[in-house]
T-cell receptor, first 108, second 113 residues
Framework: SQQGEEDPQALSIQEGENATMNCSYK?????LQWYRQNSGRGLVHLIL?????REKHSGRLRVTLDTSKKSSSLLITASRAADTASYFC????????FGAGTRLTVKP | NAGVMQNPRHLVRRRGQEARLRCSPM?????VYWYRQLPEEGLKFMVY????????ESGMPKERFSAEFPKEGPSILRIQQVVRGDSAAYFC???????????FGAGTRLSVL
């Protein structure tokens, strides 16, 4: 099945630094979404970017989308310890499959 | 508007027993998704249902697993004759018709002894 694939698999940074995660996909899409999962809990929707958008902001989150490269990036600026979580991308192709995610650790 | 409700939160079964996991979608949501997650791993898609219809069950094991979303009542994920390898967290998500954003429940953690 085709789905979003996140990289890196794991990322460890200090509080205050920026965190960048990437997502690649294989098919044409109408939109791409990023979700966060805190340990042991369900996923929470963060942001949706449509195929005709190149960049979108929400608070400290910045998402870019490059449809020619079939890739997206999620940037978290001025990270906090509370941002420690796993981050997943998913596209509307093939019923929203999720990849393995990026495990972000923000050290205080 | 209550969120997606899954119950039980924790379920312990012995090998060979049946496990029934329930998911009540958000009010007005007609689409339900089930996922399985092993520790330290990502979500694995299992099945996508709309009311009274299975839309995509390509992620479901062919044997022992079944899912339904009846016209009335919650969606049920049923695992017959459970084995230790079925131990995992099972998440349900729902979405309204015409929208991709999924709203997740807190999950059911199944432990098979």
């Amino acid at each position: 099945s085709q789905q979003g694939e996140e990289d890196p698999q794991a990322l460890s940074i200090q509080e205050g630094e920026n965190a960048t995660m990437n997502c690649s996909y294989k098919t044409s899409i109408n939109n791409l979404q990023w979700y966060r999962q805190n340990s042991g809990r369900g996923l929470v929707h963060l942001i949706l970017i449509r195929s005709n958008e190149r960049e979108k902001h929400s608070g400290r989150l910045r998402v870019t989308l490059d449809t020619s490269k079939k890739s997206s990036s999620l940037l978290i600026t001025a990270s906090r310890a509370a941002d420690t979580a796993s981050y997943f991308c998913a596209t509307d192709a093939n019923d929203m499959r999720f990849g393995a995610g990026t495990r972000l650790t923000v050290k205080p | 508007n209550a969120g997606v409700m899954q119950n039980p939160r924790h379920l312990v079964r012995r090998r060979g027993q049946e496990a029934r996991l329930r998911c009540s979608p958000m009010k007005g949501h007609s689409h339900v998704y089930w996922y399985r997650q092993l520790p330290e791993e990502g979500l694995k898609f299992m099945v996508y249902l709309q009311k009274e219809n299975i839309i995509d069950e390509s992620g479901m094991p062919k044997e022992r697993f079944s899912a339904e979303f009846p016209k009335e009542g919650p969606s049920i994920l049923r695992i017959q004759q459970v084995v230790r390898g079925d131990s995992a967290a099972y998440f349900c998500a729902s979405s309204p018709a015409g929208q991709n954003i999924q709203y997740f429940g807190a999950g059911t953690r199944l432990s098979v002894l």
